[in-house]
């Protein structure tokens, strides 16, 4: 019995020992990345801010008297040229106060000339010329004023540009002082923001700006600074910029909201492709690559420079290699092959 069961361990023991040799090492694929340098370049901080775009020309078009609207000639939409009609109107006092306006001009003026003759000649005194001279100047400023009223019943564009905000119909009574339409020129947008004054001495009139338009899907256009106010505002205490836009493809339109973003100060900084910075539990990080391998190294973001944006860490120095494509399933410590010529 003793002997049986030495004789079944021995066997269990070479079994055993059979299969150790027969397990294969199984060595684990490098995985192909691409790989980009390390660079050192100039970068620039950013003030982001926002706002709401508007044209740099731009009407609105008041009736001064009250009035009814006779004919809309134009439609939202339409591009006008200055001084085409848009809309006509009827006012019965209107046209009644310059009817009598216009009277009163010729009458005062015929007096005038007549009067300013028997002066010459001295024949009246110089009192009765004083009169019928100070009448007709004041019948005159009468009758521009009655006429101005009387010539906005036929409301023509005071700018080339596209008709907004018409919105009426025959037969509309429109009162006194209220707009009745508008026309923007759409060719230059603008933009007024606040800007700090910590940083106000690194703008420059003709300064780049980019803005990303939210109602265009976040699209980017490039701007620069106009104007920069030097008088900062009471309540905000920033100081007031403008930002022109040449607005060629004309997609902006007045109104749109978006964020803008202005270029500060500019520094040397250590840069990388912003793909090869990816988030881990909320912290940023590259893989840097050292003897083959992808070595985690956390960094801080800074300034964003498409396609680049700056990294700072201690671990990173210019001509450092990190992985720019290639990040999915890729582990720290893992063997890699790099599959591209250095970036």
Known sequence: ???????????????????????????????????????????????TTDGTIVPQEKVNHTLDTQGTVSTVLKKNGDFVKKGEVIVKFTDAKAESNYDAAKANLQSTKNNFEKFNKLYEKQMISQ????????AYTNALA????????????????????LVGNLNLKSGNVVEANSTVFTVVDE????????????????????????????????????????????????????????????NKTKELKDGMYTKVIIPTEKREGLIVPQQAVFIRDLLSYVYKIEDGKAKRVEVTTGATIKPNIEVISEELKPGDLVVSDGIFGLADGDEITINNETK
């Open 127 to 134: 009192l009765e010329f004083l009169n019928y001279r100070d």
């Open 187 to 246: 060719n230059i947008m603008e933009i007024t923001v606040d800007f700090p004054g910590y940083w106000l001495s690194t703008l420059n009139e003709g300064s780049p700006v980019t803005l990303m338009v939210s109602d265009l899907g976040g699209k980017e256009f490039d701007g620069k600074i106009k104007s920069i106010n030097p008088i900062a505002d009471a309540e905000t205490k920033k100081f007031p910029v403008k930002i022109s836009i040449d």
């Open 142 to 161: 009468d009758y521009t004023a009655k006429k101005s009223n009387y010539d906005k019943l036929t409301r023509k564009s005071e700018l080339t540009g």
């Open 1 to 47: 019995m003793k002997k049986g069961l030495f004789i079944l361990t021995a066997a269990a023991i070479l079994m055993t020992a059979c299969g150790k040799k027969e397990e294969a090492v199984v060595e684990k694929p490098k995985k192909p990345v691409v790989a980009s340098q390390v660079k050192k370049e100039q970068v620039s901080d950013i003030y």
